[in-house]
């Protein structure tokens, strides 16, 4: 995540998809391990 904010704040990525991202990001991280197999 910290990446995606690093290039969001040096206008490598765009604020919007850099908020998507960080969305997806973060349900990833909600998401027990176990779903992912």
Request: aromatic residues 2%; proline residues 5%; glycine residues 2%.
């Amino acid at each position: 995540m910290a990446h995606v904010l690093v290039l969001r704040d040096q206008a490598v990525v765009p604020e919007e998809a850099a908020r998507r991202l960080l969305g997806v990001l973060l349900e990833a991280v909600r998401t027990p391990a176990e779903d992912f197999a």
